[in-house]
């Protein structure tokens, strides 16, 4: 209810001497009479309800606890404050002051009271709690709540920050995640910076004219997806990119073309390099002035500026990383994805969005454009294909001969006949592939963990060895010895408890130990690494060895000669959903820096080659390698083909929730299944339970058509749980959960 007495954690129940005089009273529905219904007859009490019923609830002209004159023309101010706890997911009404009626316009920032903190006695009024920032959402000529109503403290910043087009979307990724508008505004709208609101934004540049369709005439229908755009339609499409440092362009094309139509545009993209290299592309069609770049590497002050440029109108188009999915963007034309499988374009933070599914709604809410593209295919995009939804863009068979690398493979068998890949872990083709890049130009290694230290397994079984005492995971040390990752101790008589086994193979081996492995054997030529701690940008084209675990891959001048993927079946064997589409797709994008076969490049990845995600990357084959996933999962009801949930916590905590929760007929629950405990110290993932407590998690599955109503009833079994005042005992809700195992 939109009121401040609910702020105050009064009731906001209608007083009944506003129908009945000042000492009036009525029985309750019992029969007990109060102080001014004792002895009255039946009939009388009965009466009394009926007209209780019945009545108007009177609109009290609102007023301020301090008598303060309120503003002439909508005097009363609707406020979303900045909570974010669900069951305080709406709207309260506040009085709008006069000195403030001019600043108090919808979308900016203030300040209002709000909590039943401490207060303080003024004039023998009690005023309300604490001050709390919010955004004013509408101004209204009158409330529905008929007591005295909080004035506004302060207007923050007469700037409007929140636009119609930007609340709509923030209110329909809160209700599809579950979460509350508070939570999403935070991510949709940064910080304020009040040195970058006096900056006046630079005067809006007419459109610029229609582009050609470039490099775009590569691509089936690539052109006529152009002309569209160019024309102020609204296609719809997904993207399988051709190898080759040439997306960035592409999607630039894209982008003018939505500028020329006198439109905006929108591309979002997994991190800051390849934002870079879009607005580099960009500046290059188009010249500088005319797109924002939104990533965090701007610093607050200059990407707070950029927002409100983008904000005002000044440009009409944003290039940025994952919080740029929420930028307001007038007029929007086209919203672009790349590379929508990277763990990047997950928000970690509450209620935790995709930005893939952010611009889906966006494409849908707007009728604008979209464009999803990568090297890679996704099960969710090709659902967009297979609904119809959208439409493929994609190149002939033979231009992908012409663009992709040639990829050979190295199997369990191969490396089982191979006796210096036993001594050394790396196969004999790989050698010579490498040997043979170094004489034409550098040579990319991809390694699938950084760091130095290998994590052992059995040799014959792969069961990853542990630790007897703690069950921590068994490292080698640099003088062979086994030692325990968690307690240290020691190791020096190891066997498998699965097969018997005594012999061990490194698990997988930093980046870090790879590279000084390649220096020694190639000790003329340099050996650069690229990871979290140091990523690279680009490299030289001259001969060198690049070791970079995924994502973290350099661009080569004129590309790499060749490429060497290890320890592919340390990805493939990840206990988790997306095990073969993530394999594949850090594959593709290494991959997609080789030079094309026809100029001698090479792809050697060692994983076993009867794998369909190893064949989809000999082939070159994202697309179908996405189809088939997409149909098993159909055939088992796993997602995308359906909603799910998950929600975690202690079981007394999950049974209770699940227990109270008014959940669709059609839901399946799957499990609940205990989480692994998190050892005091150990780096925490977002979502993870708290260090030693010992957590279930169980999940929701509905039909296509049900998340809606599944996230619904999520939502409101959170919000009643949280004003019960259960909240101490945590209980974690996520929509579409990217880690099901």
């Known amino acids: 209810m939109t009121v401040a007495a609910q702020a105050e954690g009064r009731p906001a129940a209608r007083p009944l001497s506003a129908a009945f005089g000042k000492n009036a009273s009525v029985s309750s529905e019992n029969g007990q009479g109060g102080e001014g219904a004792e002895g009255a007859p039946p009939e009388q009490l009965a009466l009394i309800r009926e007209s209780v019923r019945g009545a108007k609830v009177p609109r009290a002209k609102p007023r301020t606890w301090r008598g303060a004159a309120l503003a002439e023309r909508l005097p009363v101010a609707r406020v979303l404050v900045d909570k974010g706890v669900l069951h305080l997911d709406r709207y309260f009404d506040y009085a709008v002051p006069a000195e403030l009626d001019a600043e108090a316009q919808p979308g900016v920032r203030v300040r209002v009271r709000f909590g039943a903190g401490r207060h303080r006695v003024r004039d023998g009024r009690r005023e309300g709690g604490g001050l709390i920032d919010g ?26 920050v929140l636009g119609e087009e930007l609340l709509r979307l923030t209110r329909a990724v809160a209700d599809r995640y579950a979460g509350s508008l508070a939570d999403v505004l935070q991510l949709a709208v940064p910080p304020r910076s009040a040195r970058a609101e006096k900056r006046p934004s630079p005067e809006p540049l ?45 999607i630039a094309r894209a982008a003018a073309a939505t500028l020329a139509s006198g439109r905006g545009a929108l591309v ?18 188009l010249g500088a002035g005319r797109h924002a770049l939104l990533t965090a590497d701007a610093g607050p002050e200059k990407r707070y500026a950029q927002w409100l440029a983008v904000s005002r109108g000044s440009v009409r188009a944003v290039v940025g990383t994952r919080a740029a999915m929420f930028a307001p963007v007038r007029n929007l034309g086209l919203v672009a994805i790349w590379d929508d499988g990277d763990d990047s374009h997950s928000e970690p933070h509450a209620p935790q969005p995709h930005a893939r599914d952010v611009l889906l709604l966006r494409a849908a809410l707007d009728g604008c454009g979209f464009l999803l593209g990568g090297w890679s295919c996704t099960v969710e995009a090709a659902q967009l294909v297979e609904n119809g939804w959208a439409r493929p863009l994609v190149a002939g068979r033979e231009q992908v001969r012409r663009t992709a690398p040639l990829v050979r493979t190295v199997g369990d068998g191969d490396l089982a006949r191979d006796e210096a890949a036993r001594a050394a872990r790396l196969p004999t083709l790989a050698w010579q592939a490498v040997r043979d890049g170094l004489r034409h130009g550098p040579v990319l290694v ?9 994590r052992m397994a059995c040799a014959r079984c792969r069961e990853p060895a542990r630790c007897r005492h703690c069950a921590g995971p068994l490292e080698a040390q640099d003088a062979g010895a086994l030692r325990c990752g968690w307690c240290g101790r020691e190791e020096s008589d190891w ?34 690494t690229s990871g979290r701690e140091h990523v690279l940008d680009t490299v030289p084209g001259t001969p060198a060895l690049v070791v970079s675990t995924p994502g973290a891959e350099p661009v080569a001048e004129g590309g790499y000669a060749a490429a060497l993927l290890l320890d592919g079946w340390a990805m493939l064997g990840r206990p988790d959903l997306r095990a073969g589409e993530d394999a594949l797709r850090r594959w593709l994008a290494a991959g997609a820096l080789v030079r094309p076969q026809g100029e001698g490049g090479t792809v050697v990845v060692v994983a076993e080659p009867t794998l369909r995600p190893v064949q989809a990357l000999v082939r070159w084959d994202p697309v179908g390698h996405a189809v088939r996933e997409l149909a098993e999962r159909a055939e088992l009801g796993f997602p995308p083909v359906s909603r799910m949930a998950a929600v975690s916590g202690t079981a007394q905590a999950l049974g209770e929730f699940l227990g109270t929760a008014e959940l669709p007929p059609e ?17 925490r993932r977002a979502g993870a339970p708290p260090p030693g407590e010992h957590w279930e998690r169980a999940l929701l ?3 296509p058509g049900s998340g809606a109503a599944l996230a619904a009833a999520l939502k409101s079994a959170q919000a009643a749980r949280m004003a019960r005042g259960s909240g101490e005992t945590a209980v974690r809700v996520r929509i579409d959960p990217p880690d099901i195992g």
């Open 135 to 160: 955004f004013l959402v509408e101004r209204l000529a009158e409330s529905d709540y008929s007591g005295p109503l909080a004035a506004l403290a302060q207007v923050v910043s007469p700037e409007p």
């Open 206 to 250: 007419p459109p610029p004219p229609a582009p050609g369709p470039g490099s775009w005439a590569r691509y089936e229908y690539g052109p006529a997806f152009i002309e569209s755009l160019a024309a102020g339609g609204a296609p719809r499409a997904v993207w399988s990119t051709l190898p080759g440092p040439g997306w960035s362009e592409e």
């Open 268 to 285: 979002v993209v997994p991190d800051g390099r390849a934002a870079a290299r879009v607005d580099a592309a960009l500046i290059g069609l």
């Open 446 to 454: 991809q390694v699938p963990r950084r760091g130095y230290v290998p």
């Open 495 to 528: 066997h498998c408890p699965a097969c018997g086994g005594f012999r061990l193979r490194a698990q997988v081996v930093g980046a870090r130990r790879t590279a000084e492995e390649l220096g020694r054997a190639f000790p003329a030529v340099p050996v650069r």
């Open 667 to 683: 839901a399946e629950l799957l499990g609940p299944v205990p989480l692994p405990v998190v050892r005091a110290g150990a780096p």
């Open 701 to 703: 599955r509905v039909p």
